[in-house]
């Protein structure tokens, strides 16, 4: 079966750009999670889904920065006003189970889609 | 707070040789999970195991072998006789019973040379 797929694998922008990021999980998962990583770094959490709600947004580093994930499967992680900071790799991941706490189900990563911020 | 250290950035061995890598990890949960991840020059994240803290029996999974110590709090991986396939990033994570999140260390960088 198809694993988890991100597109494009690679965005350039210029700063003060806009731009959407897609995920499309694992069939029938339905917790979806967004990291971030930056060079030479371990990923770091952005937001979780369960279904589609955003069940923990925690990890947002600030209102520039916003995910949807409309009919429970596709997700797009979206940037305004992007800055050079914004630059990095941003992985999704998705698990077979809610997600919740009190599980440690594994989380199945995609390939990443690398942002670079000119 | 929670937090994983992989103190190590860069390891070099030769073809053969077995190494570890080292992880530990801090939180104040009873309950949480380790994981393992490797990540190969191709950039996707490959999941290679899951421990949940309350079984520190030690695991075999052909030349891999993961040494669970909650008394060091730590949660080595040992790869015997590596292969130049081994070359990746290497990441230990942790997951609170209270939580979704992953939490990541650094990684180490482990190079196996011909």
């Known amino acids: 079966g198809a694993g988890v797929s991100q597109t494009p694998s690679n965005k350039v922008t210029e700063k003060g750009k806009y731009v959407e990021l897609r995920c499309d999980p694992i069939?029938?998962?339905?917790?979806l999670y967004w990291y971030r990583q930056s060079l030479g770094q371990g990923p770091e959490f952005l937001i979780y889904?369960?279904?589609?709600?955003?069940?923990?947004d925690s990890g947002l580093p600030n209102d520039r920065f916003f995910a949807v994930r409309p009919e429970g499967s596709v997700s797009t992680l979206k940037i305004q006003r992007t800055e050079r900071g914004d630059s990095a790799v941003y992985l999704c991941?998705?698990?077979?189970?809610?997600?919740?706490?009190?599980?440690?189900?594994?989380?199945?990563f995609g390939p990443g889609t690398r942002l670079t911020v000119l | 707070a929670q937090k994983v250290t992989q103190a190590q950035t860069e390891i070099s061995v030769v073809e053969k040789e077995d190494v570890t890598l080292d992880c530990v990890y801090e939180?104040?949960?009873?309950?949480?999970?380790l994981f393992w991840y490797k990540q190969p020059p191709s950039g996707e994240l490959v999941f290679l195991i899951r421990?949940?803290?309350?079984?520190?029996q030690n695991e075999i999974s052909g030349r891999y072998s993961w040494n669970f110590q909650k008394s060091t709090s730590s949660f080595n991986f040992t790869i015997t006789a590596s292969q130049v396939v081994d070359s990746a990033v290497y990441f230990c994570?942790?997951?609170?019973?209270?939580?979704?999140?992953?939490?990541f260390g650094s990684g180490t960088r482990l190079l196996v040379r011909p």
């Open positions: 991941a998705s698990s077979s189970s809610l997600g919740l706490a009190g599980e440690g189900n594994e989380q199945f």
């Open positions: 069939s029938g998962h339905t917790a």
């Open positions: 889904f369960q279904g589609t709600g955003a069940a923990d």
């Open positions: 939180t104040r949960d009873t309950t949480y999970y």
């Open positions: 421990r949940n803290s309350f079984d520190e």
């Open positions: 994570a942790l997951k609170m019973d209270s939580s979704y999140k992953l939490i």
